[in-house]
């Protein structure tokens, strides 16, 4: 009961604020319903974002449709385009940018209103805006980001007697030495303690690796740079600690229950994490990713967008009307709560400390993560996890899978 | 006349709704994966190009296709002699238990699993076997072993599959042996007891040949079954992985087809599985049917 | 000692032994799911701070409660209850009639058809699911009912297989009788071959609804608006947020809910699954 009244609570304030804010705008000429096929059920903060937007009663209503994971939300898509009823949008990861618009035809905001685009555009960090442009149309607001940060349980960290003044740039000799010493002092020893480090085994930290080691998955030609001296460089980096011994590679979610659980001492992963991980039984402390030793850094950001599939003209028109919301300062307030970075030109407080060294990166600068080319590029992420996978577990030494990554992932996005 | 008519008429209307239904809903697809394995098409992709014999050929070169294909073989080797020999030998026992208080909490704990829905028994096993601090590893630690990686360990991860399926499909085939050995006379048995048999020998003189068409039974449908169970658990619990070394054949057909929508090479491999399929039927049909004792 | 008293004691031993090992293999067999029982009233706080609990430590009904405010799952019950039921309906009263022409009544083509629908007992589920979902989508029956009912009906290779023996194993006289009174064919498959083959039905209605409640790629794939997904389907997705904050009590409660009614249809009905099976012996 308190959970539903505080959220009625937050979104009804939200509304009044909004409304202030967008002003009161004359509802459409025809009423109209939108459906959102999106990666958050009705308790994560988007929901408030559209209960904010429908209590303004502009004539467009909202409704959110949970349909899973990135993955899984686009496969369902594709379902529903072709059987001629697609969601009016979907949260798109940015990694699926080119399968958006090249194999389901997401819309150019531009095209669809182009003066009420840029007034939507207007909203966010300029210097973004290409990580939501593919083959020049502007798919999505550049305004989910996050971007992998270090979480440490403090508790296993001061019982290893290791210093919690951590450094601003951690680099991976000051990482892997902690785990070692984490390890020294614990394994065994203490009663939830089981490993040291985990690095997540994904295509996004192995990305940030390869970067921070000066290299590229994609380079900004678009061309596959794989077969590089860095990329081998910053793969070895990334495999070390498994071979070592130190990380166990498992899913995300093995990965999460075992560090909520005070199994896990290190733990890199999404910065929206902060949103969750601080206040289980692990008590966080998060720290910027780590580095590679000598090199500049060049970190890799995540996330998603809302891309309008709707195919008729005044679904498209109403899908706008709620990006312009989300794009006001209220709207991205309340989308903050995520853990997401913020991204807009508003000034919007972050939600907690633990996300400052994720604020750190995003000034420091960010990269877009990978963003697979080509109509296949669906299966270009399940065939890089894989070749991480066997370089991780040693079937293959880092050299051979870095090789054969490429030579596979070159045959299938070539046709783009 | 008109009797007669109907009377002629009769059995085929009995007969079609089956008949029909297996057809267009079964049959049917199997004849258009026949043409969807030679063309390259999505469900949005604006024309349908003819591409020959070339998802084939892409398929057989392609390691991942292998890998399944070995990995198929080496679940079948295990997990059909497993469910086909452990549910015997708890079957015995059950009947040995019967008439019992017990037997019905015996029969109803042993079947429970086969119940369940995979997205259960996916979230349960996950927590089990995690390897950085499932519940198994504490077990191996509190015992002084070193713990293991299960799932995702490369040597483990596809017995942990079998484990698992096993685990979530026994049931059925346990409750048809039950069945068959309720349905040997004791008589029978009697007989053979007071001829001096023990208990192995009646098992195998006695029983087993009587309850053989049932032993065909279930040799015929527990290699399908196994096959398409696999695809829930490794869906729940690997995804395939690690790399590959948990995919079957139908796993990644519903990879290729139903994640990425490459209608074409997964029609393939749906036609390499029919012809599979197909000759392990024919034979176990072929083997089978000159060692079933029929009353 | 005598012999025969030896020989009983040494029965009473054998059996003391098979229910042990009998009620040590329940013990494993169940033993992945005590956590989930035991999770499913442990309030979700409390579950993340240990790896392992067995016991509750504070238990309550509040995962219920969270789980229904986060996703429709009453309506997912609701969805379970109906299409499992209306597959097995349609599995009953398509393979009912097969069935019994397979039986009792002769007409060319019999063996061949009659093989025909039995080869499909051998078909795994997963090879006509491309054909169909594509058809699926083409005739725009994406996300509905229909779309998870209709096409799980089809695979009734076992059921007119263990529905014509069990017609089979009727006598001919109860047929003789009727037909003396002028009963015609459906009359005779109506009044007298159905009423006495209700434990095959039964069983198998429960085997129906068993399978059809847990369909899993199938539904995943046809079913998208979430007030219209079953049990299962919904599990995996409320399995499937991203991030950290699996929410494993409501989850956990809502596994529970999706078991308990199976499990009470399979003790209600396990006698007679046993005794359909049996009286149905395979044979050719």
Redesign the interface.
């Known amino acids: 009961m308190v ?2 009244s505080r959220r009625g609570l937050l979104a009804g304030s939200a509304a009044v604020a909004a409304a202030t804010v967008v002003g009161a705008r004359p509802a459409l000429s025809s009423d109209a319903t939108i459906e959102i096929s999106s ?1 958050w ?3 994560k903060p988007f929901q408030k974002v559209v209960d904010a937007f429908n209590a303004l009663k502009t004539g467009v209503t909202v409704t959110n ?5 990135y ?2 939300a686009t ?2 898509a ?8 697609p969601p009016a949008m979907m949260t798109t990861g940015w990694k699926f940018g080119y399968y958006a618009r090249r ?3 997401a819309r150019d905001l531009n095209e669809i209103d182009s003066e009420k685009a840029a007034s939507i555009i207007a909203n966010f960090v300029p210097s973004l805006m290409p990580l939501v442009t593919i083959d020049g149309a502007v798919i999505g607001l550049p305004w989910a980001m996050s971007t992998p940060i270090t979480f440490i349980n403090s508790a296993l960290w001061q019982e290893a007697g290791l210093d919690a003044n951590l450094p601003d740039y951690p680099d991976t000799d000051w990482l892997y030495e902690a785990a070692r010493k984490l390890d020294a002092a614990l394994k ?1 020893k203490h009663a ?1 303690y ?2 040291a480090l ?1 690095l997540s085994n994904n295509e996004w930290t192995s990305q940030s690796f390869i970067q921070n080691a000066g290299g590229y998955i994609i380079d900004p030609d678009g061309k596959l740079a794989l077969n590089s001296a860095e990329a081998v460089r910053g793969m070895e980096l990334f495999c070390q600690p498994a071979h070592e011994g130190l990380w ?4 995300g ?12 001492a290190i733990c890199t992963t ?1 910065s ?2 902060a ?3 601080p206040f ?2 692990a008590k966080a402390i998060t720290a910027r990713f780590p580095g590679i030793p000598g090199q500049a850094r060049k970190m890799n950001s995540g996330g998603n967008f809302l891309a309008v599939y709707a195919r008729n003209d005044e679904q498209a028109k109403a899908s706008l009307a709620f990006l312009e919301f989300c794009a006001s300062a209220e709207g991205q307030k309340i989308w903050s709560e995520v853990g997401y970075l913020n991204t807009s030109v508003h000034d919007i407080p972050l939600i907690n400390d633990f996300m400052k060294p994720a604020a750190g990166q995003l000034q420091d600068g960010l990269t877009a993560e990978t963003i697979w080319p080509g109509k ?1 590029g ?2 270009g992420q ?1 065939i890089w996890r ?2 991480v ?2 370089m991780l ?1 040693k ?1 293959v030494d880092v050299q051979a899978g870095l090789k054969g990554a490429h030579d596979e992932l070159a045959a299938v996005l070539q046709d783009a | 006349m008109t009797r007669s008519f109907v009377a002629k008429l009769a059995p085929w209307l009995f007969v079609g709704p089956a008949v029909l239904s297996v057809v267009v809903f079964l049959y049917g697809p199997i004849l258009a994966s026949a043409g969807l394995s030679v063309v390259d098409w999505n469900l949005l992709s604006p024309q349908v190009d003819f591409v020959g014999l070339n998802n084939y050929r892409s398929l057989l070169a392609n390691t991942d296709f292998q890998l399944s294909a070995w990995n198929t073989f080496l679940y079948c080797v295990i997990l059909v002699p497993a469910q086909i020999v452990l549910p015997l030998l708890f079957a015995v026992m059950i009947h040995a238990v019967r008439g019992s208080r017990m037997e019905r909490v015996y029969r109803g704990s042993l079947f429970l699993p086969t119940i369940l829905a995979y997205s259960v028994a996916g979230v349960a096993w996950s927590r089990l076997l995690n390897p950085i601090n499932g519940l198994f590893n504490e077990v191996l630690v509190f015992f002084g072993f070193g713990p293991s990686r299960w799932h995702t360990d490369p040597d483990l991860a596809l017995l942990c599959v079998c484990l698992v399926t096993f685990w979530k499909s026994f049931g059925l085939n346990m409750l048809l042996w039950i069945a068959a050995l309720a349905n040997v006379p004791d008589t029978l048995r009697e007989a053979a007891r007071l001829d001096g048999a023990g208990p192995w020998r009646r098992f195998f003189s006695i029983e087993l040949p009587l309850i053989s068409p049932t032993a065909f039974f279930i040799s015929v449908t527990t290699v399908f079954s196994v096959l398409d169970d696999i695809v829930g658990v490794v869906d729940v619990l690997t995804g395939g992985g690690p790399a590959g070394r948990s995919s079957n054949l139908l796993y990644f057909l519903w990879q290729q087809g139903l994640q990425f929508f490459q209608f074409g090479p997964a029609s393939a491999v749906a036609m390499v599985s029919i012809a599979i399929v197909l000759a392990i039927t024919c034979a176990q049909f072929w083997f089978g049917e000159k060692r079933v004792h029929y009353q | 000692m005598t012999s025969t008293a030896s020989t009983a004691s040494n029965a009473a031993l054998r059996r003391g032994a098979v229910h042990l090992m009998l009620a040590a293999l329940s013990l494993l067999t169940l033993f992945p799911l005590l956590w989930m029982l035991s999770a499913a009233f442990t309030p979700n706080e409390l579950i993340t701070q240990r790896a392992f609990r067995l016991w509750p430590e504070e238990a309550s009904l509040s995962n219920f409660r969270i789980a229904g405010e986060k996703h429709p799952i009453w309506w997912w019950l609701f969805n379970s209850v109906l299409t499992a039921s209306a597959i097995t309906l349609g599995k009953l009263a398509i393979s009912l009639p097969a069935g019994y022409a397979f039986a009792r009544l002769p007409f060319r083509g019999r063996r061949f058809l009659f093989g025909l629908v039995i080869a499909t007992m051998s078909f795994p589920a997963v090879l006509a699911i491309i054909p169909t979902y594509i058809a699926v989508v083409k005739i725009q029956a994406f996300d509905t009912y229909s779309a998870m009912i209709v096409p799980s009906i089809p695979y009734i290779g076992f059921y007119v297989f263990y529905f014509r023996q069990a017609f089979r194993s009727l006598p001919d006289e109860m047929f003789e009788a009727a037909r003396i009174d002028g009963c015609g064919i459906w009359k005779q498959f109506r009044d007298i071959a159905v009423p006495n083959v209700l434990p095959a039905i039964a069983a198998l209605s429960v085997i129906s609804f068993m399978g059809a409640w847990n369909i899993y790629l199938w539904g995943q794939l046809v079913l998208e608006d979430s007030a219209r997904k079953t049990l299962t389907t919904g599990i995996a997705m409320f399995a499937d947020v991203d991030g950290a904050d699996t929410p494993w009590g409501p989850l956990m409660a809502t596994s529970l809910l999706s078991v308990l009614p199976v499990l009470g249809l399979f003790l209600l009905a396990q006698r007679y699954i046993v005794q359909a099976f049996s009286s149905g012996t395979v044979e050719k």
């Open positions: 959970e539903i990666i059920g009705p308790d449709r949970f349909d899973g994971d993955e899984t496969a369902k594709l379902a529903g385009i072709a059987a001629g009823k194999t389901l035809g065994g939830t089981r490993s985990a166990t590679p498992v899913s979610k093995e990965q999460d229950a075992a560090f909520e659980s005070g199994a896990l999404s929206t994490r949103a969750s991980f289980g039984a296949r669906l299966e399940t894989k070749w996978s066997r577990m079937e």
